[in-house]
């Protein structure tokens, strides 16, 4: 299962492919990465079922600190990036319907987002300082580099609590969370920056503050694209800020429909007033499918990531006294978008998580 695992998780790779495939096949042919991520994969997904088997302990250390993880995430980053520049040329150089650029854009987000973002997120989380710039170049391509700041010095600490905009509450429905988790990220990235520039006697206006340059870059990397385009193509291509930005809308928006599904209700005991029990496995939803897993690095045991926010997305490890959710992040995405199918489908696994509460955690300590 290891080398399974080890090749594995190059199918993350699959998605630009068959983006690039569809723009140029054209017209519905953009629509294919749609099609395979929200059709194709939920089938395969359910098809080869759970994968509940964890690197053991004798070999985990070795596992985690072998080269071949990072560099997939490594080259993802480069992949990425040149993605990028070929999406917004395409736009630029190329004619299309309204019809292909909606399904293009989609596309685009589906990999920026659903895949970029992901390997953005495990490289924040690392203390390497190479991984986190990396999590931060990819973060800059779609225009959400504050949650370097909001996930890992706000949501890794107020996770399942009221103080937490990426915890979404019971019976809330996406689009009401997604203007509240949005939103309240952002500013809430503003205030940790600027407490933390406070801490340090430096002034809230100055280059000591991430939030002004991470506000900044997107702005700047998408008009160094029309630049280069301009210093090519000898004429302007102002649709490639259009085309940036609505993908990066696509990209975030996917993020939040992932924090809505590994966080939907789940709240921790208020030992004293501001102060929560320790985060432990039973605090996030948990999703051991293993196709999914591998496009995803594993992001969806996320019960054990957020135990333990610096492990490494090839150790990670199922638990099943974790709240399970029933199907993939595919899947989940669909259903999360259709309130009343969520409410039905999740509102009955939230209340059989609430009366597992008194369970013992030591386990996990």
């Known amino acids: 299962m290891l080398l399974i695992k080890k090749i594995g998780f190059y199918t993350a790779f699959i998605l630009p492919a068959i983006t690039i495939i569809g723009f140029m096949s054209g017209g519905f042919y953009n629509y294919l990465s749609i099609g395979f991520v929200f059709i194709v994969l939920p089938i395969f997904d359910q098809w080869l079922g759970l994968d509940k088997q964890n690197v053991t302990p004798d070999q985990e250390k ?74 931060q170049v990819l ?84 008009l160094s694209i029309i630049g280069i385009l301009y210093w090519y193509e000898k004429a302007w291509h102002w649709e490639v800020a259009i085309f940036f930005f ?42 051991s499918h293993l196709l999914s897993n591998f496009f995803l690095f594993q992001l969806q045991r996320h019960s054990d990531h957020h135990a333990y926010a610096h492990k490494r997305y090839q150790v990670l490890k199922h638990y099943d006294e974790s709240p399970q959710l029933p199907y993939g992040y595919p899947t989940m995405i669909l259903m999360a978008m259709v309130p009343s199918i969520w409410f039905s489908n999740m509102n009955k696994r939230l209340e059989a998580w609430e009366r597992t509460r008194n369970l013992p955690t030591s386990d996990f300590i």
């Open 62 to 135: 070795q596992v985690a600190e072998a080269f071949y993880y990072r560099l997939i995430t490594y080259i993802w980053v480069f992949v990425q990036l040149a993605f990028v520049f070929w999406a917004c040329y395409a736009v630029a150089t190329q004619s299309l319907s309204t019809i292909a650029w909606i399904g293009f854009t989609i596309s685009t987000g589906l990999v920026t987002g659903g895949i970029g973002i992901t390997v953005a997120h495990e490289l924040g989380h690392k203390h390497s300082k190479l991984e986190r710039f990396y999590s």
């Open 139 to 222: 973060l800059m391509t779609v225009c959400y580099m504050h949650f370097y700041i909001e996930h890992n010095r706000g949501h890794h600490v107020t996770v399942a609590t009221p103080e937490d905009p990426a915890t979404a509450r019971k019976h809330e429905s996406f689009y009401h969370f997604w203007i509240r988790s949005v939103l309240g990220g952002y500013l809430h990235a503003w205030k940790l920056e600027s407490e933390s520039l406070k801490r340090k006697k430096h002034s809230v206006l100055s280059i000591s503050n991430n939030m002004i340059a991470f506000t900044m870059l997107p702005v700047l990397f998408c």
């Open 246 to 287: 609505s993908q990066s809308i696509v990209a975030f928006t996917l993020l939040e429909l992932v924090n809505y599904v590994e966080h939907y209700g789940i709240v921790r005991r208020e030992l004293s007033p501001g102060k929560y029990e320790r985060v432990n496995p039973l605090h996030s939803w948990n999703a």
